[in-house]
Structures are given as C-alpha cells and as structure tokens.
C-alpha cells in the first residue's frame, strides 16, 4: 500500500513516538510518502539534522500537482500540508493519506478519499507483527510524558489497539 | 419535474433549503435555525464559489433576504414548517420532492452543501458567528458582535479546531499566534 502522510503524522511517528526502525520495516511492504510540502513543513520544525536524515530514510518525496478544489475547503491557505496530501489522494485514488486533525479526516470522508491515521498505521504494524503490544503501551506512554498535543480520539483509539 | 416548477425549485433559493433542511448534521438532526440555515447557505456558497443566493452585510453579518422570503414561500406552499419558532424542517410533502431536487442540484454541490451543514450546524450561535466573520470578514462591517466575539478569539478559535471544524492553520490565524503557538496552547 502507497501512504501519503501529512506533517503532524509525521512528527508523531517518527520524531515524538520514536518508531523509526519500526517504520523503516514498515516500508519493506509499504510505500511511504510525503508531499514537498510536508517535508518543508517537518524541516522548518525545531529538529537535529538526525531528524532530517531520518525523515528521508523513511520518506519519498512525491511531487502533487494542487487541486484548486480543495483550497476554499481550507481557507483559500495551500500551507497546510493536508491539502497536499489529499490533493495527491485524490488524483491516486488507490493510496491512502495518513491524517490525525480532525477537520481534515472530516473532509477527507465528505469527499471520498480514502485515509487513515496514525494509529491506524500502527495497527497495520501490529497486525504485520511489527510492533507489539507491549510496544504499543510503551507508545502511550510516551504520549502521556509528551507536552505535544495529542487529540483524545487517538489516544481512545490507541487503547482499542492495545486492546486488539 | 413539473412539481418542481410549479413550486419554484428551479430556484437556488428554494432548492437548496431544502436540500439543506433534507441532511443530517452531526447529531442526526434535519431542523435547523434560522441563523443556522443563513450562515450553512453562505458558507456553501463560500465553497462553491457560485454565488446563487443574494447576501448583504447586517448587524448578525451575512444575511440574505431572499433566502427568508423563498423560506417564507415554501412555508406557504406547505413543503417547510416552524415546529418551533425560529426553527424549521421539512413536511412531509417537502421530503417527498427531496429527491427530485438532489437530482437537479447535482452531486458536488449536495455535497458541499452537506459539509457546510456539517460543519455548522450544531454549533453554539458564538461559534457560529465567530467563524463566518472570520471566514468572511467583510461580513463584520455593520456588525453588532464581531468585537466582542474577537476578544474571546483564543477559546473560540480552540473550541473550533478542537470540534473539527477548522484546521490547526486556520486556528492558529484566527487566534493570532503562530500555528505552532496555537497547538503549543493546547497542550499545556
């Protein structure tokens, strides 16, 4: 499966949860991906040049022409990393954009793009025999002595995971 | 098609309330009020970028006398009722031409109009508010509340992203700090 992450999935899984030999596993059956944008949005952040490296060991950078639908969607504003990656989805229909806010995951629904999240990769990673559930608790764990904001969905659906 | 001539829904200003009056927000409800239905209509015509209905700047900002008149006419002809005041839903017989009227309004825009009432809603008429003058702030010209609900920028912008109907980006704008800032706030 070809993944289109957006930024904020992106700084959970690689840079606030730690998962990158996890995802580099990931990619042995998987496809990856981040638009230009989501990269410029990742590098801009406060990052060591390790986290650089790292992104581009797991992520392949696609290049996504704008859909013009979705900007009034999102303010007229193309800064988000979202339009980018839905752009992207949409003219692929068979890949799947990873996104965790929640209007975009709302829109993603209205207009028929397939997506997932988060923690809907780490799933996929369970299932795979990637991680395991011990692992998974550790993840939260880190979430809960994280100061970065985490939505209760995905922490409620982190727990439906372990549950699994 | 007949029906629908002879009740006028080859007009926007008929067709698309009821279309909207047709969908279901996030709590499974059609009703909508009447503020509710003036700002989902001007937030799909934001999205659509059309411009079927005429709007004009009021004390509550973005408010169109020919969507209350043709509501008002449909209400007459039977197809929309106030169960309560300030709030309608469709009559029986308006839901019996629901279909036809998707048909002519076509797919995108059943969709768009569906996100709008969505998004909108169910919303607490501050949120509302607070959202149309910033999603169009021309719209604050003669308004009555837009200072007032700009002092509580910070919560309502939260309060919006937190309900899923903005983006951190937008949030961030709308409450004047740096879209890091802004979800640097909510953590803490």
């Given at each position: 499966m070809k993944y289109v992450f957006d930024t904020s999935a992106v700084i959970y899984l690689l840079e606030k949860w730690g998962l990158?030999?996890?995802?580099?596993?990931?990619?042995?059956?998987?496809?990856?991906?981040?638009?230009?944008?989501?990269?410029?949005e990742f590098v801009s952040g406060d990052l060591g040049a390790s986290d650089v490296k790292n992104l581009d060991r797991v992520f392949s950078v696609v290049q996504v022409k704008l859909d013009a639908d979705l900007l009034p969607?999102?303010?007229?504003?193309?800064?988000?990393?979202?339009?980018?990656?839905?752009s992207y989805t949409?003219?692929?229909p068979g890949d799947c954009c990873v996104i965790d806010e929640e209007f975009a995951r709302d829109l993603c629904q209205f207009l028929r793009v397939r997506f997932t999240g988060c923690i809907g990769i780490l799933k996929e990673?369970?299932?795979?025999?990637?991680?395991?559930?011990?692992?998974?608790?550790?993840?939260?764990?880190?979430?809960?002595?994280?100061?970065?904001?985490?939505?209760?969905?995905?922490?409620?659906?982190?727990?439906?995971?372990?549950k699994a | 098609m007949s029906l629908l001539v002879d009740y006028g829904l080859d007009s926007p200003a008929r067709s698309l309330p009821i279309l909207a009056l047709s969908l279901k927000d996030r709590n499974d409800q059609t009703t909508m009020g009447i503020m509710h239905i003036q700002k989902v209509m001007r937030y799909f015509e934001y999205l659509s970028g059309k411009g079927q209905i005429e709007f004009s700047?009021?004390?509550?900002?973005?408010?169109s006398y020919e969507l209350m008149e043709n509501i008002e006419t449909l209400e007459d002809c039977g197809l929309v009722e106030e169960p309560e005041k300030d709030h309608l839903r469709l009559t029986a017989l308006g839901s019996d031409i629901v279909s036809d009227v998707r048909s002519i309004v076509g797919d995108e825009d059943v969709r768009r109009l569906a996100f709008a009432k969505t998004q909108l809603n169910d919303l607490p008429l501050d949120e509302l508010?607070?959202?149309?003058?910033?999603?169009?702030?021309e719209t604050r010209e003669h308004s009555t509340q837009a200072e007032t609900l700009e002092k509580r920028k910070v919560p309502l912008s939260g309060s919006l992203f937190m309900k899923g109907r903005i983006n951190s980006v937008t949030a961030g704008k709308?409450?004047?700090m740096t879209e890091k800032q802004f979800l640097a706030s909510l953590s803490k």
């Open positions: 990158l030999e996890k995802l580099l596993l990931f990619t042995s059956e998987n496809d990856l991906c981040i638009p230009p944008r989501v990269r410029e969607y999102f303010n007229y504003d193309a800064s988000d990393g979202a339009v980018w990656v839905m949409r003219q692929n990673m369970h299932e795979s025999s990637i991680i395991s559930s011990r692992e998974l608790l550790q993840v939260k764990e880190r979430i809960r002595k994280s100061s970065f904001y985490c939505t209760g969905r995905l922490l409620k659906e982190l727990d439906n995971c372990i | 700047h009021y004390k509550f900002g973005a408010v508010m607070f959202f149309m003058y910033k999603l169009l702030p709308w409450s004047g």
